[in-house]
């Protein structure tokens, strides 16, 4: 997909939008870093890893290789629009959204008598994970 084609989607998926519903952009296949990094070397007419290095470096804590769309318990749906996806999926906090807001609270906003929750990853992750049970916890995420 082009810039131009991908700036179009994204403003047809703005006018497509209903309240509290979730809709995916499909951007074409996914592309390799390294070869995007190529393209650009290229298109300002230099050689890649000629006239300009290309390192790869891995990965940083917490990063990811691939990033899912959707969930298991969630259904991706066709819309009208070519390229828009509507994401259906339940209900999940069923009335706890209270709870949950009160339960993030000590991770959002400073509080001694509970420091070391606040703004703690591993500890987000866990507090959402009891309300969404097939949420992920990658295993060398860094706590903060």
């Given at each position: 997909?082009?810039?131009?084609?991908?700036?179009?989607?994204?403003?047809?998926?703005?006018?497509?939008?209903?309240?509290?519903?979730?809709?995916?952009?499909?951007?074409?296949?996914?592309?390799?870093?390294?070869?995007?990094a190529e393209q650009m070397?290229?298109?300002?007419?230099?050689?890649?890893?000629?006239?300009?290095?290309?390192?790869?470096?891995?990965?940083?804590?917490?990063?990811?290789?691939?990033?899912?769309?959707?969930?298991s318990d969630e259904n991706?749906?066709?819309?009208?629009?070519?390229?828009?996806?509507?994401?259906?999926?339940?209900?999940?906090?069923?009335?706890?959204?209270?709870?949950?807001?009160?339960?993030?609270s000590e991770i959002c906003?400073?509080?001694?008598?509970?420091?070391?929750?606040?703004?703690?990853?591993?500890?987000?992750?866990?507090?959402?994970?009891?309300?969404?049970?097939?949420?992920?916890?990658?295993?060398?995420?860094?706590?903060?």
């Amino acid at each position: 997909m082009t810039i131009p084609e991908a700036a179009s989607l994204v403003l047809k998926a703005g006018g497509v939008g209903a309240g509290g519903v979730l809709y995916l952009l499909d951007m074409g296949e996914p592309i390799v870093i390294r070869d995007l990094a190529e393209q650009m070397i290229s298109f300002y007419g230099y050689r890649p890893g000629k006239d300009i290095p290309v390192v790869t470096i891995g990965l940083r804590p917490g990063e990811k290789l691939e990033e899912k769309l959707w969930s298991s318990d969630e259904n991706p749906q066709p819309t009208e629009y070519p390229g828009i996806i509507k994401l259906e999926k339940n209900n999940r906090l069923n009335g706890r959204l209270r709870q949950l807001l009160e339960d993030l609270s000590e991770i959002c906003f400073f509080n001694s008598g509970s420091a070391a929750k606040y703004r703690n990853r591993r500890n987000l992750r866990l507090t959402i994970r009891k309300y969404i049970p097939n949420l992920e916890i990658p295993e060398n995420e860094p706590e903060y």
